[in-house]
């Protein structure tokens, strides 16, 4: 069911449902960019539909909202360990279609893969999920070939005008703040029907026949290992642990969960000073097996969502789609010359 209500009146609504969620959207942090002078938009709290950037895709995903940079998951002395407070609100969080298919991913690493993360699922379970539309692509995006411009397992999808904002509800007690203060009308979601990128994914694909390829070496020069794709990724949910010892004791402290990224120094290191991939090429190698084949073996779809947030921060402008159909020509050549052999 779809409604129509006054732009202050569901800023109203907001304001009733922060009394027991925190809101979190796309916000635009002016001069706040890498350079001067220069914009970032970063989610964040808000408190009215106005604060929310419609226009502009995020630089950084909402990820960080599920799965904090830096989480403390308990915290220990010499004889006992208590496990960290839960938040006591719940989230709202406004995102558009690839993110929240980014969302499924998660829930498969941190819910299914085996066992169900405890910090991750207090985090789930108590938060709601806002459709925003996407009417036009943003550069840079490739979400159509990777199936997920559009989705329906959203709780509520809103678009708002200068005057009013257009809700599609399916979450009751949004429904009932509503009611009353609005108008039924017909609400659809805006989905993006066409990128200017495209990708070619090859398929079936084994380690034994990417090893080799001289693609991976242009990597090695180009990559500077910072992971600031992996950071703004919202399907990355690599981590590491950091212990944080008190200086007042020496023996009280706390864990931390960490972002980690496959791509910088000291991901693969091992007891004995084992490290595995050490080059760039490597790294890059895995990151896009694991994005666009790995994955897929294990849980039947990719785990690229086409955001193309990669290609957007990378300072060495390095296109992850450009990677994947490079991947895809070199497969189909290392095939035609093992034919004819």
């Known amino acids: 069911m779809g409604y129509q209500i006054k732009t202050e009146d569901f800023d109203a609504v907001l304001k009733d449902l922060s009394q027991n969620y925190r809101i979190f959207a796309p916000r635009l942090y002016a001069g706040a960019g890498a350079f001067s002078d220069t914009d970032r938009v970063e989610y964040g709290e808000?408190?009215?539909?106005?604060?929310i950037e419609f226009d502009k895709k995020s630089d950084f995903s909402f990820k960080e909202v599920l799965f904090p940079q830096s989480e403390v998951l308990f915290y220990f002395t010499e004889d006992e360990v208590k496990t960290a407070s839960e938040e006591p609100k719940g989230n709202i969080i406004f995102l558009r279609s690839c993110d929240l298919h980014a969302v499924r991913r998660f829930d498969e690493i941190y819910l299914k893969n085996d066992f169900e993360d405890l910090y991750y699922a207090r985090l789930r379970n108590k938060t709601k999920f806002i459709l925003m539309g996407c009417p036009k692509s943003f550069e840079n995006c490739f979400c159509v070939d990777m199936g997920t411009n559009t989705c329906d397992a959203y709780d509520a999808y809103v678009k708002a005008d200068e005057d009013f904002v257009f809700v599609d509800s399916g979450w009751e007690a949004l429904?009932?703040?509503?009611?009353?203060?609005?108008?039924?009308v017909s609400v659809t979601p805006e989905f993006v029907q066409e990128n200017p990128v495209h990708v070619e994914i090859p398929e079936g694909i084994e380690l034994k026949d990417v090893l080799g390829l001289p693609m991976w070496e242009e990597y090695n020069n180009r990559c500077i290992a910072c992971g600031r794709c992996n950071f703004v990724c919202p399907t990355c949910t690599c981590f590491t642990m950091q212990d944080i010892f008190y200086q007042e004791n020496g023996k009280v402290g706390e864990r931390r969960r960490v972002w980690a990224s496959c791509h910088v120094d000291g991901y693969t290191d091992m007891a004995g000073g084992h490290c595995f991939r050490n080059s760039k090429a490597e790294r890059m190698r895995f990151k896009v097996m694991h994005k666009?084949?790995?994955?897929?073996?294990r849980f039947g779809y990719h785990m690229c969502v086409g955001c193309g947030r990669c290609d957007d921060i990378c300072p060495e402008y390095i296109s992850f789609s450009g990677c994947i159909n490079k991947l895809n020509n070199a497969i189909k050549e290392k095939e035609t010359d093992d034919n004819e052999e």
């Open 175 to 184: 429904t009932e703040k509503l009611e009353g203060k609005s108008k039924v």
């Open 46 to 51: 808000i408190g009215s539909i106005g604060d």
């Open 292 to 297: 666009v084949n790995d994955y897929k073996k």
